[in-house]
């Protein structure tokens, strides 16, 4: 079955880079999501990138794929306090049904200090 | 354009009753999807609407179900309540055009139930 596994929890300085990890175990994921969800708020699609990728740079974002060992990681450069919120990452999988379907992460807490 | 819209966005209920949410979705979406989000679980893909139809359903037992109506805003509802369904409920719409990833859903702030 699908699973995606994070860390709950991830403290950085503020300027600093932030990298958050993400493993997943569907080898027939098609994308690979990050979203932010801030308090009270819904999900924000931040980045994806397709499965036949290993690297996409968006902005302060850059997103690894490392397919062979199942592993999604997220950079963020030059962090600021206003990136503090959960992070979730996602797999697209294509179901029986013939529909995809999303499968999250428990989501990583980044707390960023001044 | 306006956002996914999720009424109400705090729901008290006790054990027993039963709830029912609301999602409108952006003007234009045909498709609705639920997700429940949880501490313990994470979010959980609940089931999908289009054209009135579910067309994907989750792993969650027969008291949790939904509706889409012809203008795509959709229901769930959740009967004989369980303290562990206390979670925030996410909506999400998308356009729903053929080969479109879940990349192009739009995700509502949720409704937060809390089961007492």
């Known amino acids: 079955g699908e699973d995606v596994e994070q860390s709950l929890f991830l403290s950085v300085r503020e300027g600093d880079s932030s990298v958050i990890n993400c493993t997943y175990t569907?080898?027939?994921?098609?994308?690979l999501y990050w979203y932010k969800q801030e308090p009270g708020a819904g999900l924000q699609l931040l980045t994806y990138i397709f499965s036949n990728m290993d690297m996409k740079q968006d902005q302060r974002l850059t997103v690894l794929l490392n397919k062979k060992d199942k592993h999604l990681s997220l950079r963020i450069a030059d962090t600021q306090t206003g990136d503090s919120a959960i992070y979730f990452c996602a797999e697209e999988v294509l179901g029986n049904s013939g529909y995809s379907t999303l499968t999250f992460g428990k989501g990583t807490m980044l707390l960023v200090s001044p | 354009k306006a956002g996914v819209t999720q009424t109400p966005r705090y729901l008290i209920k006790t054990r027993g009753q039963q709830v029912t949410l609301s999602c409108s979705p952006i003007s234009g979406h045909r498709s609705v999807s639920w997700y429940q989000q949880t501490p313990g679980q994470g979010l959980q893909f609940l089931f999908e609407y289009f054209s009135e139809t579910q067309r994907n359903k989750g792993n969650f037992p027969g008291r949790f179900s939904g509706r889409q109506f012809s203008n795509s805003r959709s229901e769930m509802n959740v009967s004989t309540l369980e303290l562990g369904d206390s979670a925030l409920y996410l909506c999400?719409?998308?356009?729903?055009?053929?080969?479109?990833?879940?990349?192009?859903?739009?995700f509502g702030p949720g409704t937060r139930l809390l089961v007492l």
């Open positions: 999400a719409s998308s356009p729903s055009f053929a080969g479109e990833t879940k990349g192009t859903q739009y």
């Open positions: 569907d080898s027939s994921s098609t994308y």
